[in-house]
């Protein structure tokens, strides 16, 4: 593949089986330079598979995955760390070093991944956290941060590389609404700021519609709907628009237990 | 396990390979501390306590032959070939294999382990290297500091009830000690000190299942490790018997 792709992250025709159950089915989603794609759907979806897909943790079952030129799927192991680096993650849950202060985690990377002298991965450690307002906290251990400032750490962190992509998994999660707010304002400016182009994993609404430049769906392993927030807010699929109500009647709670539940 | 292993080295190697240090030296000196240094104490006193109850023990026996000047040969032996290698195989087993599989173990749930990977750093080369290294190369100190602690129990026991001078008990100590049984016990140490440190880290980043899996995993890997290290021991020296004699 030597032509220059148009595309950041291209998943075709997708497919994953877990024992007993298909988790993605045939899942096709292009995502272009600068793009902030926001991916919805209910918990246990398989949202953040497609995240972890990407980053070539999970192999699929079936169909491609690309990130720029290099299929994710295929690439060996020692390929797949070098494009690695080129992606930051940002996980629910921080998945922050607990047993490492927040310049050492934040610096991890650096100290790992390039040659750089201890004076210019201090700056740049510095650089990243005045970033994202973390500064002051430097030598604190993540268990005496609050959540949000975990996550800042854990988006300093992802940055830190300068990647051309970062993924962000469930980033309003578990924080109150203007925390929230903040963690989501934060994503914009700086996905904007540092020309990145991201991939945003929830299922809240306000953050959803906020963050995102492009919305997809998924829906029992497929996509059913990719389109802007705007024309994502028109959609007359039903389920998309039982999830954008959060209504209890309609197509989602269909048969699942959550139904037997509610009624 | 086995690709365990070979998966560390080739990680290691590759690292190696691209003219990087494989890990940072403050790394690797952590786990020395902790494993080797932090485990004198312990070692050398569950020794002290086992070189002099077996002074005492065979001392009593063989006084009624008049044969207790064989307590040093038979302590100095029994230490440097076979007792200090495998009681801080044990040793280790518990104290340091349960720390590793615990501290990979919970990373591991808490999706650390994820989270390096997914930042493009080998987790086998960066997480287990290092700690295999350290018990690898510090388990022969801790075998000779277990060694010396039976011994220096003994000839205390030796002073005390069996009339045998210090001298007279270095003396007979010498006469007694093999290079042989030396290099055996050395090299038995590298083996088990490897041994232990692929099953502790092999465990810990094996974990399912939350916390409850991580006790489960610790369990399992100290009971892995101490029978692999007497299964091992029993190997090792059945091969030596019976090829060396």
New interface residues.
């Given amino acids: 593949m030597n032509e220059r792709p148009n595309h950041v992250v291209e998943l075709r025709e997708v497919q994953l089986d877990f024992p007993g159950k298909r988790v993605l089915d045939g899942v096709s989603l292009k995502v272009g330079p600068l793009d902030r794609l926001v991916i919805m759907g209910q918990s246990g979806s398989g949202k953040s598979t497609i995240l972890?897909m990407v980053?070539g943790?999970i192999r699929p079952t079936a169909g491609e995955i690309f990130f720029k030129q290099f299929e994710i799927s295929r690439l060996k192991?020692?390929k797949l760390?070098?494009?690695?680096?080129q992606?930051g993650?940002v996980?629910q849950?921080s998945?922050?070093?607990?047993s490492r202060n927040v310049r050492d985690n934040v610096a991890?990377?650096l100290?790992?991944?390039t040659?750089k002298s201890r004076a210019e991965v201090d700056q740049l450690v510095d650089e990243k956290l005045e970033l994202v307002g973390m500064l002051d906290a430097k030598n604190q251990l993540p268990s005496e941060l609050s959540g949000g400032m975990r996550k800042r750490v854990s988006l300093a962190?992802a940055l830190v590389?300068n990647p051309e992509l970062i993924l962000f998994d469930e980033p309003s999660a578990g924080l109150d609404p203007v925390i929230s707010s903040v963690i989501d304002e934060l994503i914009i400016s700086l996905t904007e700021r540092s020309k990145v182009t991201s991939i945003i994993v929830t299922h809240e609404m306000d953050s959803a519609f906020r963050i995102g430049t492009r919305m997809a769906m998924l829906y029992q392993g497929k996509i059913i709907a990719d389109a802007s927030p705007n024309e994502f807010k028109k959609s007359r699929h039903p389920v998309v628009q039982q999830f954008l109500t959060g209504s209890t009647e309609g197509p989602i709670l269909e048969g699942s237990k959550d139904a037997v539940a509610t009624k | 396990m086995f690709w365990f292993l070979i998966n560390t080295l080739t990680e290691t190697l590759d690292r190696v390979r691209r003219g990087r240090r494989p890990f940072r030296a403050e790394s690797f000196f952590r786990y020395t501390t902790r494993a080797g240094v932090e485990s004198v104490p312990l070692v050398a006193m569950v020794s002290f306590f086992l070189g002099l109850t077996m002074a005492l023990l065979t001392g009593y026996q063989l006084e009624r032959f008049g044969t207790e000047r064989l307590i040093p040969g038979l302590v100095a032996i029994a230490f440097t070939r076979e007792l200090g290698p495998l009681l801080t195989g044990i040793m280790l087993a518990a104290r340091i294999g349960a720390s590793f599989t615990a501290e990979l173990g919970t990373m591991q749930v808490s999706e650390e382990v994820e989270a390096i990977e997914a930042m493009g750093i080998g987790p086998l080369r960066y997480l287990v290297a290092p700690r295999m290294l350290a018990l690898f190369a510090l388990m022969p100190c801790l075998s000779l500091v277990s060694s010396i602690a039976a011994i220096i129990a003994s000839a205390l026991v030796c002073r005390a009830y069996f009339n045998i001078a210090f001298v007279y008990f270095q003396d007979l100590v010498l006469h007694s000690l093999l290079i042989r049984d030396l290099i055996t016990g050395v090299l038995k140490s590298f083996m088990f000190g490897l041994l232990i440190g692929a099953i502790a880290c092999y465990r810990g980043l094996t974990v399912r299942g939350g916390a409850a899996g991580v006790g489960v995993s610790t369990t399992s890997s100290v009971v892995t490790a101490i029978t692999s290290v007497i299964g091992f021991d029993t190997l090792y020296n059945i091969v030596y018997v019976v090829f060396f004699p």
């Fill in positions: 972890r980053l943790i192991r020692r760390q070098q494009v690695r680096a992606i993650m996980y849950y998945a922050l070093l607990s991890l990377p100290e790992e991944l040659t962190r590389m």
